[in-house]
């Protein structure tokens, strides 16, 4: 997943599986898939909102206000 | 002939003293202050002012002054109760006596303040502007905006020796359960005469860089009698509202809330409530997370779940369906053994009764050859010692030899051979001649 993909953006796909798995008779194959996808997504969810970004610290670090 | 007059200090005594005769007791008058000056041991200096409604132009205008000693009465009851430093803009109730100074000449002193005429005045000011920015279609902008998911990296706009400043980022780091939080202090006065464009200034500064944030905090330390007259202010308010990230406001008052609560995309009481409000933004955005975890392990185990039942399912038909095919299949051989058996056991029969037959047959064939065969033998024999020499000689056939050998041929003979003619009784020993 690219940096510039948005915290709501995973958030959208993670419902998005969430939707599937609710409804779809999914085959295992795309069902391991899925789960893993979400897996990703929502570590990536929890870093972002509990690891400190050291890129966006920076720039407000260093930006003049 | 000289004109009759009086001398100044005689017509301001005559002013005095009439004036004292009209207004013996203190009146209620309606002005707006335009200079207010607070000096020697809290006296306050007031002008006050009377606008012409229509075209804003100043129609009335007087000294007034406060004595310390009311003053330090009338001030924190006044400022208390509408939430507003007395000053000058500000539309006042008060009751006041008519003075007159044959030196510092006509002023009015105030005795009483009445607040609810100032709060009545600012209720109906704040209505003003709302309507207006109602009007210009801009009210609710800022409300309009989506709410960040993540209320991360917040943009504050502060005072940086400001109490609430310092609360707010107490607040942020020590009960944040461990989110993250990144904030960048933009410096303002948030209060005084300076403090709405020092505000405005600090907006336009977050604006040129608004989107590494994602909300906006306006805040500043409490206090009972906080000056609240800049955040009532149209200016401030439409920009704001019309901010492109959500605008939160913590300003610390208990009162009505001023048109920047108004506007603002959320409105607390205190800085320390903004921090929470944040923080309880993200866990609710947290709880989210963890509940679509929960559910898709949920969700995943029921569908995995429902394959493995389906695998049972068919694991089940397969089985039954092949015990079925075996039953059937057996069903089947055994007709067909069954089939195969007796058709064997009427062929072996029928093959029996054919054999028998055969062999019956051959056997007597066979005998009949035997015979057949037995009295040719017996014929063939007969024959045979019918032809024994022993036989022709019997039947009167002879038999010459010439040295032992049988004589066929006269040829075989000269004179003077000795020859044996044997006969069937005998022999004739005879020379050949």
Known sequence: ???????????????????????????????????????????????????????????LDDMES | MPIPSISLLELSLQVKESLKQSFSQAVW?????????????????????????ESDRIIAKAKATCWASTYRLLKPFFESTTGEYLSAGMKVLISCTVEFHEMYGFSLN???????????????????????????????????????????????????SAAGYGDFLHQLTHSSNGFVFYTKLFPATMQGDGAQKSIIDALD?????????????????????????????????????QFPL?????????????????????SLKTPTA???????????????????Q??????????????????????????SGEKEFIYKQTLSLNAVLHQLKRLSEKQTKR????????????????????????????????????LTPQNLLKKGYSLTLKNGKIVRSVSQVKTGDQLITKLHEGEIESVAQ
Do not use: W
């Open chain 2, 351 to 386: 093959n029996t009764t054919t054999l028998d037959g055969l062999s019956q047959k051959l056997q007597g064939k066979f005998h009949l050859y035997i015979t057949y065969k037995k009295n040719t033998l017996a014929l063939l024999e007969k024959e045979v010692e019918l």
């Open chain 2, 110 to 160: 105030i005795r009483d303040i009445d607040p609810t005429y100032t709060i009545g005045d600012l209720a109906k000011r704040k209505l003003e502007i709302l309507r207006r920015l109602e009007n210009e279609g801009v009210l609710s902008m800022n409300k309009n905006l989506a709410f960040p998911l993540l209320p991360q990296r917040i943009a504050i706009i502060s005072s940086s």
């Open chain 2, 29 to 53: 008058i309606r002005a707006e202050i335009s200079e207010l000056h607070e000096k020697y041991n809290d006296h306050a200096y007031v002008e006050l002012i009377e606008k012409d409604p």
């Open chain 1, 1 to 59: 997943m690219s940096k510039k993909t948005t915290y709501s953006e995973s958030i959208k796909e993670i419902e998005n599986i969430l939707a599937q798995l609710e409804n779809d008779n999914l085959d295992v194959d795309t069902l391991t898939e899925k789960i893993q996808r979400a897996a990703e997504l929502i570590k990536i969810c929890k870093e972002k909102l509990l690891k400190t970004d050291s890129e966006i610290q920076k720039i």
């Open chain 2, 205 to 241: 500064k977050v604006f040129t860089c608004n989107e590494i944030f994602d909300v906006v905090v306006i805040i500043r330390g409490g206090g009972a009698t906080a000056d609240l007259h800049c955040f009532n202010s149209y200016e401030l308010a439409a920009h704001c509202t």
């Open chain 2, 294 to 319: 929960q559910q898709i392990v949920v969700l995943a185990n029921r569908q995995l779940q429902n394959e493995k039942q389906k695998l049972i399912r068919i694991l089940r038909q397969l089985l």
């Open chain 2, 274 to 292: 903004v921090a929470e409000y944040l923080i309880e933004k993200i866990n609710e955005t947290y709880e989210t997370l963890l509940n679509a």
């Open chain 2, 246 to 266: 959500p605008v939160l406001a913590g300003i610390g008052h208990l009162r009505d809330e001023t048109v920047l609560d108004a506007v603002a995309h959320e």
